[in-house]
């Protein structure tokens, strides 16, 4: 493989998300991905996001260029992930795919308060831990 199929995309502003996504960096790595900030400015500039958006979400970047958001990027990793390929079922079903989107965007509208719960802070725009 010369370079990663793809990149979870994260907000380097969340302390929850600064965490636990480079945590499971070597996970990703042995599936082809790669994990980099949204605010990286390749990132930005691949995207072509409205700023306003662009940290809305946790994304995909696949080489192909392909841009995947919010809880499908879940279900696309664990698809990939023998021990995590289950909770991939489950969370492609009916019932439980809106299950598992509702908290996804619940803890997505709500992860800096997490972040400052679980005492995970982050530097933001401005400098200043959230």
């Not at 929850?16 to 042995?30: D, E, N, Q, S, V």
């Not at 082809?32 to 995207?47: I, K, Y």
């Not at 489950?90 to 989107?101: E, G, I, M, N």
Request: hydrophobic share 40%; aromatic share 14%; charged share 20%.
């Amino acid at each position: 493989m010369t370079g990663p199929i793809g990149w979870v995309l994260y907000d380097d502003y969340c302390g929850f998300c600064r965490r636990w996504i480079p945590f499971w960096a070597g996970t990703l790595g042995k599936r082809g991905f790669d994990v980099a900030p949204l605010q990286s400015e390749w990132v930005m500039q691949r995207l072509d996001v409205p700023p306003e958006d662009l940290l809305l979400d946790v994304q995909l970047l696949l080489a192909d260029g392909t841009h995947v958001r919010g809880a499908d990027v879940y279900r696309h990793v664990m698809r990939r992930i023998w021990w995590a390929y289950p909770l991939y079922l489950l969370s492609v079903t009916p019932l439980l795919r809106r299950v598992f989107d509702w908290g996804y965007r619940t803890f997505a509208d709500n992860r800096y308060h997490v972040s400052r719960a679980c005492r995970l802070p982050a530097e933001t725009v401005d400098g200043v831990g959230n």
